[in-house]
């Protein structure tokens, strides 16, 4: 039987050629600023989100613009202060993503918490395998190698486009958990939930008009929500439950959410409203660190109506 798992990619001979020199420069960078405390990264992180607000206005502005349809009811001027901590955020999530690939297991131990593990116990104890639906944060990144270190998990997995950022990023993310499926491979995700293992899998992304129910999002009545999330849920011997990356004072935590016992067991569109209601509670609890540069409500429920974004 064919391994699910990626291959995992091999160093080359030519990433030593100048071609890459410019990406092993940045490569050397992250992981010296890696080692600074969390602290003296956090003011680092302030000067990054300064730079975003001038070299990428594009994406600055569709954050800015998911803070509005998300969160219509609150003053522009919070939305701006929400907006800035964000990008603080975004700052702080390069060095995250170094900490996560590079950083030695002692000290994402010391850095990382988790909470909220009781509900996996007991999911696995029940023979099942743990559906667990991450939310897309900036700190994802590291948030996966601290849940590594608690309990080994799956996860899919989509390449980089360059192939020394893919070496770094496979081999990076392998470090604490069990292994990475290709992003298309429904079902090597199913096998190893049938297998009662821990997956992570992105429930909150716009993955286009076919795969797609329109359901509301925060101020969006017609939110392009992926139907995947259900078809999982049903397909596989799991139970559902939403876990998250939050910021604390001193670190990070991941925090699992009680189980959806009910979702599969639903209507799609009354299981995808009340999956995206659960998704908005958690997000409120730490709006700036979700990933709102992403055009999360692109895609319409038809082609011919007009863009959100425009």
């Given at each position: 039987?064919?391994?699910?798992?990626?291959?995992?990619?091999?160093?080359?001979?030519?990433?030593?050629?100048?071609?890459?020199?410019?990406?092993?420069?940045?490569?050397?960078?992250?992981?010296?600023?890696?080692?600074?405390?969390?602290?003296?990264?956090?003011?680092?992180?302030?000067?990054?989100?300064?730079?975003?607000?001038?070299?990428?206005?594009?994406?600055?502005?569709?954050?800015?613009?998911?803070?509005?349809?998300?969160?219509?009811?609150?003053?522009?001027?919070?939305?701006?202060?929400?907006?800035?901590r964000h990008l603080e955020c975004a700052g702080m999530a390069?060095?995250?993503?170094?900490?996560?690939?590079?950083?030695?297991?002692?000290?994402?131990?010391?850095?990382?918490?988790?909470?909220?593990?009781?509900?996996?116990?007991?999911?696995?104890?029940?023979?099942?395998?743990?559906?667990?639906?991450?939310?897309?944060?900036?700190?994802?990144?590291?948030?996966?190698?601290?849940?590594?270190?608690?309990?080994?998990?799956?996860?899919?997995?989509?390449?980089?486009?360059?192939?020394?950022?893919?070496?770094?990023q496979y081999h990076g993310r392998n470090r604490s958990n069990?292994?990475?499926?290709?992003?298309?491979?429904?079902?090597?995700?199913?096998?190893?939930?049938?297998?009662?293992?821990?997956?992570?899998?992105?429930?909150?992304?716009?993955?286009?008009?076919?795969?797609?129910?329109?359901?509301?999002?925060?101020?969006?009545?017609?939110?392009?929500?992926?139907?995947?999330?259900?078809?999982?849920?049903?397909?596989?011997?799991?139970?559902?439950?939403?876990?998250?990356?939050?910021?604390?004072?001193?670190?990070?935590?991941?925090?699992?959410?009680?189980?959806?016992?009910?979702?599969?067991?639903?209507?799609?569109?009354?299981?995808?409203?009340?999956?995206?209601?659960?998704?908005?509670?958690?997000?409120?609890?730490?709006?700036?660190?979700?990933?709102?540069?992403?055009?999360?409500?692109?895609?319409?429920?038809?082609?011919?109506?007009?863009?959100?974004?425009?």
């Open positions: 039987m064919t391994s699910p798992a990626i291959q995992p990619p091999s160093f080359e001979k030519r990433f030593l050629a100048p071609t890459f020199w410019p990406t092993w420069l940045g490569i050397a960078l992250l992981y010296i600023f890696s080692w600074l405390p969390i602290r003296v990264l956090r003011v680092f992180a302030k000067g990054i989100a300064w730079l975003l607000r001038k070299l990428v206005k594009k994406r600055v502005n569709v954050a800015r613009r998911n803070l509005a349809l998300t969160f219509p009811d609150m003053p522009h001027s919070e939305r701006e202060v929400l907006l800035q390069v060095f995250e993503l170094a900490i996560g690939w590079w950083a030695p297991a002692w000290r994402i131990r010391r850095l990382g918490e988790v909470e909220g593990f009781e509900h996996v116990e007991r999911i696995i104890a029940q023979g099942k395998g743990v559906f667990a639906l991450a939310l897309h944060n900036m700190n994802l990144e590291l948030a996966c190698r601290i849940l590594g270190y608690h309990h080994p998990s799956i996860a899919f997995y989509r390449k980089h486009n360059n192939p020394l950022i893919d070496y770094m069990k292994y990475m499926i290709h992003k298309r491979n429904a079902r090597a995700l199913i096998n190893a939930l049938d297998q009662g293992e821990l997956c992570l899998y992105l429930p909150d992304q716009d993955y286009g008009r076919a795969q797609s129910v329109f359901v509301p999002f925060g101020g969006v009545a017609e939110t392009a929500t992926t139907g995947a999330t259900l078809m999982f849920a049903r397909r596989a011997n799991c139970i559902p439950l939403i876990v998250t990356s939050q910021y604390t004072r001193s670190g990070y935590k991941v925090k699992f959410y009680p189980p959806l016992l009910t979702f599969a067991d639903k209507e799609d569109t009354q299981a995808l409203t009340d999956l995206n209601k659960d998704i908005e509670s958690i997000v409120k609890e730490q709006p700036e660190s979700y990933l709102w540069m992403h055009k999360r409500f692109k895609t319409r429920p038809q082609e011919s109506d007009p863009s959100l974004y425009d």
